[in-house]
């Protein structure tokens, strides 16, 4: 035992005060910067929807609602001037669509295989390989669209059909392009909510000698099916959002048309072609960019909304 | 991974309606016809697996084809140039440089006091934390060409009137991506045990005491992967600058001060090029870009790996 | 010297027998107390440390514990003991003001330390923890080398002195010098759970507290480390003043020189329960010879 450490420490001075030694004014500017970074998300919030809604407050009183949104010819920079946003609608919407056709079947198979087939070995492989494709930049995908999709697609397709032969700009190719681009997001958040459906409920079905397809078909879909949707939408509100592919591989015509081969001009790709930085404040052209920012930034938000809500859910189940 | 289920909520009805329908059929359906459905499935799923594997390689192994005669030093040692044999990607990356350097500078302190905020001084129901955290989910699925346009609304022109230069650049860009550093800095902190704070406290130390000295130091491997996931995302974005005048060919290095240029802004200029020789540059760039974003993003995941503190 | 040796003697054999005696159904309880503590000798100086006056802690409107009255002394061990979920770690808590980082904690009645309300209006909780400290049950050293452990108080209480000087004293003060003073800069949690409890004690007295308080400390350990910090107990009562929280009622008779029994009360419907205060007085007399049968029944080992 050490008998002579404690005689040796120093002795507690009483009766010392319980009252702050300072105001600890340190304290409070802290809290109050902190505070900031904080609430500056709010301000950016803010900020986004002031300097959407100020223009298009301006927009809409030289063109009415319904013209704009009902309206099938879209020509902001001509003489006169149309202001139908129906075709770029359409446009982000074809995309979207082709986007979807392809990357639902590959992120939903690849979701099942990661969450009922694959062993751990498999898993380690494949997750980094799906993280790498979410990590590649949209110029990259926009650029694949327009030098290896493109031409395929003109050489497969059967001349007429459906509006073509196909140029080189065209709906598919950067619906497809894009379709890889959101494959990440639908592989990996249904493949968390599939992972989340407790094990009890497979091993049952297991236990009476279902086969694996029918397990992951009628047990584990289902029961994963609200993140799945989440996922879904998620990946929509992306494709909705997405500007250099469009931009690089759909083109810049809007014409109102359902055709896959035909260029259209998507919603980003009318921003980011006409957004230039030298068009005058105030100016109709300026009003019309962000009128149109307006109706994507809503479309996208409600399906973030929406999908958040779902996530949310189906976490609250399990958790 | 599994948890708690509760057997009357709605979703545990569909899965166990489900389970039925699969012990009916179970019972009713002949071995061999299931044993080839299996399979069927197997292999589609695997199909789906090896088709988004393979537009991957074949991304990457197109652009290497294309443009394997310009992947050489000159793409990052010359500057951009209206002639594709001397052109290269040197200012690009030099204003590349400028850009992300401004952005940390921003994003750190932006993030990281978010997140200390949210998770240390918030009190968890209160709206106003609520009403922060709805707002960084919302901005994090915002379009980044909306990002652009409030760059251009508000920092190029009134009130802040900062022009179409690097700083403008940066600051949109922070915007668009602090939520992946708030997100990746709130993880960080909530893992540091309640343990090593009770003890802080105990001594006497005040609170933020404690978290500059006990907290954030724990938190770091964590959040500097999450800067560093932040980077290289917003060093891939394109569509935020082309609002802010990014659509000019620029050939002059940048400094800091200076009108901007950046590395996918570059390139997109080459894409748009009608000269074939600045495809094969296009393809080079693309490389490099992909490229630097994949070390970017591995370093990061092994730099939390490694460092990570298990308690 | 060779009081301490019967004592340590005694206290192993106690540890490694158990009672001495069956213990079952025997009218004296058969706890060995230690000479010192036998008819109040060895106590502190009289002067108060704590007075609690009416003590009741509530948890978003449930009551924890109720009207706990009891004086700490100066230069004593005072043990808290009872079953489980009879409110000690709660109570403990108050007297560093700990419950204060529960937004739902409530506390009422009077919590004097040297007379002065430690509730009061002006009362600066961190000024409180500067004064009294806590060891937890759980040893929760920090992610840093042994010596900046230590050191972290110091430092951020803004204390003068030799760094080095300070960490050695403290680290000697809990017995723990002779073991790390080669290695002062490892990681702290290379440390075995006892070493481990020790550096926490030794942190706590660094700041030089006033009072030292224990939540558990030896509920995580093996028996040879719990030995090792009973002892030290011991030696640092004659600088500080101890309060702690046992489940182990051996270890409140081996150690303290104060001893209070907590149990848990419910209510008429037997929806809420809270802990009160059943006996409360030197170590000997509530074992030896107990006022309440309840604490009887406790300490003999019949109920809890």
Not at chain 1, 126 to 150: D, H, Q, R, S
Not at chain 3, 11 to 30: C, K, L, V
Request: neutral net charge.
């Amino acid at each position: 035992m050490e008998a002579t450490g404690i005689a040796a420490t120093s002795p507690a001075a009483l009766p010392r005060r319980l009252q702050a030694q300072s105001p600890r004014y340190g304290e409070k500017v802290i809290y109050g910067l902190l505070a900031a970074c904080a609430v500056l998300s709010v301000v950016t919030t803010t900020a986004i929807v002031i300097s959407l809604i100020v223009p298009s407050i301006q927009f809409f009183g030289d063109v009415s609602i319904t013209d704009f949104l009902f309206g099938t010819d879209w020509g902001p920079s001509f003489e006169p001037a149309s202001f139908g946003v129906l075709p770029i609608v359409v446009g982000t919407l074809s995309v979207t669509f082709w986007a979807l056709i392809f990357a639902i079947p590959i992120g939903l198979g690849a979701a099942v295989y990661l969450s009922e087939y694959a062993s751990p070995r498999v898993r380690k492989l494949i997750k980094p390989v799906l993280e790498i494709l979410a990590g590649v930049p949209t110029i990259a995908f926009g650029y694949f669209a327009l030098i290896f999709i493109t031409p395929q697609i003109q050489k497969i397709w059967p001349g007429h059909f459906l509006g073509g032969p196909p140029l080189i700009f065209s709906v598919l190719a950067g619906g497809l392009a894009i379709g890889l681009m959101i494959v990440p997001i639908i592989a990996s958040i249904s493949e968390d909510a599939m992972s989340a459906v407790p094990r009890g409920l497979r091993e049952g079905a297991y236990a009476l000698g279902a086969t694996k397809a029918k397990v992951a078909t009628r047990v584990v879909f289902p029961a994963a099916l609200s993140g799945i949707v989440a996922s879904v939408i998620l990946a929509i509100s992306r494709a909705i959002g997405e500007t250099m592919v469009v931009l690089i591989a759909v083109g810049n015509t809007p014409q109102l048309t359902f055709s896959p081969v035909k260029s259209v001009q998507a919603m980003t790709a009318f921003i980011g072609t006409t957004a230039t930085g030298d068009i005058p404040t105030g100016s109709t052209i300026y009003k019309t960019i962000f009128a149109v920012a307006l109706l994507l930034f809503l479309m996208t938000l409600a399906m973030n909304l929406l999908s958040v809500r779902l996530v949310r859910r189906y976490r609250q189940v399990y958790e | 991974m599994t948890a708690e289920f509760d057997p009357r909520s709605a979703r545990a009805q569909v899965a166990i309606a489900g389970a039925k329908g699969v012990t009916a059929e179970v019972l009713s359906t002949q071995p061999r016809k299931d044993v080839i459905r299996n399979t069927i499935f197997a292999s589609l799923l695997f199909l789906a697996i090896a088709i988004a594997l393979a537009g991957l390689c074949v991304l990457v192994g197109k652009n290497l084809v294309d443009g394997w005669s310009r992947l050489n030093l000159d793409l990052i040692t010359q500057n951009n140039s209206s002639n594709p044999a001397e052109a290269g990607l040197r200012n690009a990356i030099i204003g590349t440089l400028w850009i992300m350097l401004f952005v940390i500078g921003m994003l750190v302190p932006l993030g990281v006091g978010a997140a200390v905020f949210l998770e240390e001084y918030g009190n968890r129901n209160s709206r106003l934390i609520r009403l922060i955290e709805v707002n960084i989910q919302n901005l994090a699925g915002v379009p980044s060409i909306i990002y652009g346009l409030l760059g251009l609304a508000f920092i190029a022109r009134a009130p802040l009137n900062l022009g179409y230069v690097v700083l403008t650049a940066a600051m949109t860009l922070t915007l668009l991506v602090l939520p992946v550093v708030i997100l990746a800095s709130r993880e960080a902190i909530r893992a540091v045990p309640a343990s090593i704070r009770e003890g802080s406290l105990a001594l006497g130390a005040t609170k933020w005491q404690t978290i500059r000295r006990q907290v954030l130091p724990a938190s770091i491997p964590g959040i500097a992967t999450g800067v560093i996931l932040a980077i290289s995302r917003a060093i891939g974005e394109t569509a935020p600058l082309i609002p802010l005048g990014a659509a000019t060919f620029v050939t002059f290095t940048p400094g800091p001060f200076t009108d901007f240029t950046a590395m996918p802004v570059t390139i997109f200029n080459w894409v748009k090029q009608p000269q074939p020789e600045f495809q094969a540059l296009a393809a080079a760039g693309v490389l490099l870009l992909i490229a630097l974003l994949v070390v970017m993003n591995s370093f990061a995941i092994w730099l939390r790996n490694r460092y990570e503190q298990t308690w | 010297m060779s009081n301490q040796v019967t004592q340590e003697e005694r206290r192993t054999e106690q540890r490694q027998t158990g009672f001495a005696g069956d213990g079952a159904g025997a009218a004296r309880p058969a706890i060995e107390v230690r000479a010192e503590f036998q008819h109040g000798a060895g106590c502190g100086s009289g002067e108060k440390v704590f007075e609690l006056q009416d003590i009741s802690v509530f948890y978003a409107g449930v009551p924890a514990v109720r009207d706990i009255s009891m004086d700490v002394f100066r230069h004593e061990v005072t043990a808290l003991i009872g079953p489980s979920g009879c409110g000690k770690s709660t109570l403990i808590r108050c007297l560093n003001r700990m419950n204060d980082l529960i937004p739902t904690a409530a506390v009422e009645g009077h919590l004097l330390y040297h007379g002065e309300d430690l509730y009061g209006p002006k009362v600066d909780p961190i000024q409180v923890r500067k004064l009294i400290g806590m060891v937890f049950q759980k040893p929760n050293p920090f992610p840093k080398s042994i010596y900046d452990n230590i050191a972290f108080g110091p430092r951020v209480l803004g204390m003068d002195g030799d760094m080095d000087e300070i960490v050695e004293r403290a680290l000697r003060s809990a017995a723990l010098w002779d073991e790390v003073k080669d290695r002062l800069d490892a990681n702290a949690y290379s440390m075995s759970g006892g070493q481990q409890q020790r550096l926490c004690i030794a942190r706590c007295i660094a700041v030089s507290p006033d009072v030292i308080l224990m939540d558990e400390p030896c509920s995580a350990l093996d028996p040879i480390s719990t030995g090792k910090i009973e002892d030290l107990m011991a030696e640092l009562k004659q600088e500080f003043s101890i309060v702690i929280v046992t489940h182990n009622m051996q270890q409140a008779a081996r150690v303290s020189d104060r001893t209070a029994f907590l149990m848990v009360e419910l209510d008429a419907d037997e929806t809420h329960r809270w802990g009160r205060i059943v006996e409360y007085d030197e170590t000997e007399k509530i074992f030896t010879n107990p006022s309440d049968q309840r604490t009887e029944d406790y300490v003999t080992g019949k109920v809890g």
